[in-house]
Protein backbone atom coordinates (compact mmCIF):
# COMPACT_ATOMS: atom_id res chain seq x y z
CA UNK A 1 0.00 0.00 0.00
CA UNK A 2 1.77 3.44 -0.84
CA UNK A 3 0.16 6.70 0.25
CA UNK A 4 -0.40 9.86 -1.78
CA UNK A 5 2.33 12.18 -0.21
CA UNK A 6 2.12 16.01 0.31
CA UNK A 7 4.37 18.57 2.27
CA UNK A 8 1.78 21.13 3.79
CA UNK A 9 2.65 24.11 6.18
CA UNK A 10 6.13 22.22 6.25
CA UNK A 11 4.57 19.04 7.60
CA UNK A 12 5.39 15.80 5.88
CA UNK A 13 1.58 14.46 5.27
CA UNK A 14 0.34 10.64 3.72
CA UNK A 15 -2.42 9.98 2.82
CA UNK A 16 -3.93 6.28 2.56
CA UNK A 17 -7.18 4.75 0.73
CA UNK A 18 -8.38 8.24 -0.64
CA UNK A 19 -10.50 6.80 -3.37
CA UNK A 20 -12.81 4.73 -0.96
CA UNK A 21 -13.31 7.77 1.70
CA UNK A 22 -16.94 8.69 -0.11
CA UNK A 23 -18.26 5.41 1.32
CA UNK A 24 -17.48 5.80 5.11
CA UNK A 25 -14.83 7.98 7.33
CA UNK A 26 -11.42 9.43 7.53
CA UNK A 27 -8.77 9.13 10.30
CA UNK A 28 -6.27 12.22 11.09
CA UNK A 29 -2.78 10.78 12.92
CA UNK A 30 0.29 11.68 14.07
CA UNK A 31 2.43 9.16 14.10
CA UNK A 32 6.41 9.44 15.26
CA UNK A 33 7.97 7.79 12.33
CA UNK A 34 7.61 6.40 8.70
CA UNK A 35 7.78 3.23 10.08
CA UNK A 36 5.02 3.40 12.56
CA UNK A 37 2.73 5.00 9.97
CA UNK A 38 3.33 2.03 7.31
CA UNK A 39 2.72 -0.66 10.24
CA UNK A 40 -0.40 0.95 11.20
CA UNK A 41 -1.69 1.22 7.60
CA UNK A 42 -1.57 -2.50 7.40
CA UNK A 43 -4.22 -2.93 10.27
CA UNK A 44 -6.82 -0.16 9.13
CA UNK A 45 -9.01 -1.30 6.84
CA UNK A 46 -9.39 -0.05 3.40
CA UNK A 47 -12.57 1.09 3.10
CA UNK A 48 -11.63 3.98 5.58
CA UNK A 49 -9.25 6.88 4.35
CA UNK A 50 -7.12 7.74 6.82
CA UNK A 51 -4.23 10.74 7.09
CA UNK A 52 -0.50 10.60 8.86
CA UNK A 53 0.54 13.77 9.51
CA UNK A 54 4.31 14.11 10.44
CA UNK A 55 4.58 17.06 13.17
CA UNK A 56 8.03 17.68 14.62
CA UNK A 57 6.68 19.86 17.56
CA UNK A 58 4.66 17.89 20.13
CA UNK A 59 5.83 19.92 23.16
CA UNK A 60 4.32 22.77 21.40
CA UNK A 61 1.53 22.02 19.45
CA UNK A 62 -0.12 19.26 21.22
CA UNK A 63 0.18 20.94 25.00
CA UNK A 64 -2.70 23.19 25.91
CA UNK A 65 -0.77 25.82 28.07
CA UNK A 66 2.86 26.34 29.16
CA UNK A 67 4.74 23.78 31.67
CA UNK A 68 8.03 22.77 32.71
CA UNK A 69 9.40 19.47 30.46
CA UNK A 70 9.43 16.48 32.43
CA UNK A 71 12.39 15.05 30.38
CA UNK A 72 15.87 16.90 31.70
CA UNK A 73 17.04 16.30 27.90
CA UNK A 74 13.30 17.00 26.68
CA UNK A 75 11.71 20.45 25.52
CA UNK A 76 9.51 22.87 27.69
CA UNK A 77 5.68 22.91 26.45
CA UNK A 78 4.86 25.54 24.85
CA UNK A 79 0.76 25.40 24.90
CA UNK A 80 -0.01 26.10 21.13
CA UNK A 81 -2.33 23.61 21.65
CA UNK A 82 -5.24 26.16 20.43
CA UNK A 83 -3.14 27.90 17.64
CA UNK A 84 -2.31 24.05 16.34
CA UNK A 85 -5.70 23.32 16.52
CA UNK A 86 -7.14 26.44 14.81
CA UNK A 87 -4.83 25.70 11.77
CA UNK A 88 -5.26 22.36 11.62
CA UNK A 89 -8.84 22.26 11.01
CA UNK A 90 -9.18 25.67 9.22
CA UNK A 91 -6.03 25.19 6.93
CA UNK A 92 -4.24 21.82 6.59
CA UNK A 93 -7.18 19.83 6.60
CA UNK A 94 -9.08 21.57 4.15
CA UNK A 95 -5.77 21.76 2.06
CA UNK A 96 -5.43 17.60 2.22
CA UNK A 97 -8.69 16.69 1.11
CA UNK A 98 -9.40 18.92 -1.38
CA UNK A 99 -5.95 18.14 -3.00
CA UNK A 100 -6.21 14.06 -2.21
CA UNK A 101 -10.07 13.95 -3.00
CA UNK A 102 -11.03 12.90 0.21
CA UNK A 103 -14.83 13.18 0.81
CA UNK A 104 -15.83 10.89 4.09
CA UNK A 105 -18.98 10.97 5.83
CA UNK A 106 -17.43 11.85 9.11
CA UNK A 107 -13.26 12.37 10.49
CA UNK A 108 -11.96 10.61 13.35
CA UNK A 109 -8.50 11.33 15.09
CA UNK A 110 -6.76 8.50 16.73
CA UNK A 111 -3.75 10.42 18.74
CA UNK A 112 -0.95 9.22 20.88
CA UNK A 113 0.33 10.26 23.89
CA UNK A 114 0.60 14.02 23.62
CA UNK A 115 -1.48 13.92 20.55
CA UNK A 116 -3.85 12.17 22.42
CA UNK A 117 -3.73 15.22 25.20
CA UNK A 118 -4.28 17.53 22.33
CA UNK A 119 -7.34 15.78 20.65
CA UNK A 120 -9.31 16.05 24.49
CA UNK A 121 -8.03 19.44 24.16
CA UNK A 122 -9.84 20.03 20.85
CA UNK A 123 -13.08 18.38 21.67
CA UNK A 124 -14.27 20.69 24.50
CA UNK A 125 -12.50 24.07 23.31
CA UNK A 126 -13.42 23.57 19.68
CA UNK A 127 -15.30 20.39 18.66
CA UNK A 128 -14.43 19.20 14.76
CA UNK A 129 -13.47 15.14 14.96
CA UNK A 130 -16.71 13.28 15.23
CA UNK A 131 -14.84 10.26 16.87
CA UNK A 132 -12.04 10.54 18.96
CA UNK A 133 -9.17 8.58 20.62
CA UNK A 134 -6.67 9.84 23.35
CA UNK A 135 -4.44 6.20 23.23
CA UNK A 136 -1.71 6.42 25.94
CA UNK A 137 -2.69 10.38 25.76
CA UNK A 138 -0.92 12.62 28.88
CA UNK A 139 -3.72 13.05 30.31
CA UNK A 140 -1.55 13.57 33.42
CA UNK A 141 -0.33 17.01 32.29
CA UNK A 142 -0.86 19.84 35.14
CA UNK A 143 -4.26 20.97 35.35
CA UNK A 144 -5.91 19.27 32.95
CA UNK A 145 -8.12 17.18 35.06
CA UNK A 146 -9.59 20.26 36.49
CA UNK A 147 -9.57 22.02 33.10
CA UNK A 148 -11.99 19.44 31.90
CA UNK A 149 -14.75 19.22 34.77
CA UNK A 150 -14.84 22.52 34.67
CA UNK A 151 -15.48 22.88 30.51
CA UNK A 152 -18.05 20.88 29.12
CA UNK A 153 -17.90 20.67 25.38
CA UNK A 154 -20.49 22.28 22.96
CA UNK A 155 -20.81 18.92 21.29
CA UNK A 156 -19.37 16.12 22.23
CA UNK A 157 -17.95 13.33 19.30
CA UNK A 158 -20.17 10.89 18.02
CA UNK A 159 -17.60 8.42 19.83
CA UNK A 160 -14.64 8.99 22.02
CA UNK A 161 -12.21 5.96 23.50
CA UNK A 162 -9.63 6.37 26.14
CA UNK A 163 -6.48 3.47 26.92
CA UNK A 164 -3.57 3.24 28.79
CA UNK A 165 -0.97 0.43 29.34
CA UNK A 166 -0.91 -1.26 32.61
CA UNK A 167 2.81 -0.50 33.29
CA UNK A 168 2.43 3.17 32.70
CA UNK A 169 2.62 4.29 35.88
CA UNK A 170 5.41 2.55 36.72
CA UNK A 171 7.73 5.90 36.33
CA UNK A 172 9.80 7.44 38.52
CA UNK A 173 7.93 10.67 37.44
CA UNK A 174 5.77 11.98 39.74
CA UNK A 175 3.61 13.78 37.18
CA UNK A 176 3.39 11.06 34.66
CA UNK A 177 2.71 8.49 37.47
CA UNK A 178 -0.76 9.96 37.78
CA UNK A 179 -1.58 9.34 34.00
CA UNK A 180 -4.28 6.52 34.82
CA UNK A 181 -6.11 8.03 37.84
CA UNK A 182 -6.26 11.57 35.62
CA UNK A 183 -7.39 8.89 32.48
CA UNK A 184 -10.35 7.82 34.84
CA UNK A 185 -11.52 10.94 36.32
CA UNK A 186 -11.35 12.25 32.75
CA UNK A 187 -13.80 9.28 31.15
CA UNK A 188 -15.93 9.17 34.63
CA UNK A 189 -16.84 12.65 33.49
CA UNK A 190 -16.75 12.21 29.87
CA UNK A 191 -19.88 9.25 30.89
CA UNK A 192 -21.32 11.88 33.19
CA UNK A 193 -21.74 14.18 30.31
CA UNK A 194 -23.77 11.54 28.13
CA UNK A 195 -20.26 10.98 26.03
CA UNK A 196 -20.16 8.06 23.92
CA UNK A 197 -17.52 6.67 25.66
CA UNK A 198 -14.50 3.45 26.64
CA UNK A 199 -11.59 3.30 28.67
CA UNK A 200 -9.22 -0.04 27.35
CA UNK A 201 -6.10 -1.09 29.06
CA UNK A 202 -3.79 -2.88 27.56
CA UNK A 203 -0.78 -5.04 28.61
CA UNK A 204 2.63 -2.78 28.55
CA UNK A 205 4.41 0.62 28.94
CA UNK A 206 4.16 3.52 27.26
CA UNK A 207 6.37 3.03 24.04
CA UNK A 208 4.90 -0.35 23.71
CA UNK A 209 2.75 -1.57 20.09
CA UNK A 210 1.73 1.60 19.47
CA UNK A 211 0.66 0.84 15.81
CA UNK A 212 -1.90 -1.88 17.81
CA UNK A 213 -2.96 0.71 19.77
CA UNK A 214 -3.91 2.77 17.45
CA UNK A 215 -5.52 0.26 15.30
CA UNK A 216 -7.30 -1.30 18.05
CA UNK A 217 -9.30 2.54 18.91
CA UNK A 218 -10.23 2.52 15.16
CA UNK A 219 -11.83 -0.76 14.37
CA UNK A 220 -13.50 0.46 18.13
CA UNK A 221 -14.41 3.79 16.80
CA UNK A 222 -15.87 2.46 13.37
CA UNK A 223 -17.94 0.20 14.80
CA UNK A 224 -19.39 2.49 17.97
CA UNK A 225 -20.94 5.83 16.37
Known amino acids: MSPQKYLIDEQTIWVFNAPNAPTTGVFYTFP??????????????????????????????????????????????????????ARLCGEIIPQIEREAGIQAAWRGVLAYSLAGLWAVY????????????????????????????ANRPAILPQASYFSLGNAETQTKNPRMAQVQIATEQIVAQ??????????????????????QRLAKAAHWLIQAA
Open 32 to 85: NDEHEATKLAQMLPENVAWVAIFNRHWERDFTPWAAERVFKKGADFGGGAAAYQ
Open 190 to 211: WQAWGGNSIFVMNEGGHFDDVP
Open 122 to 149: GAIVSPYFERVASVSGSLWFDGFVDFVQ
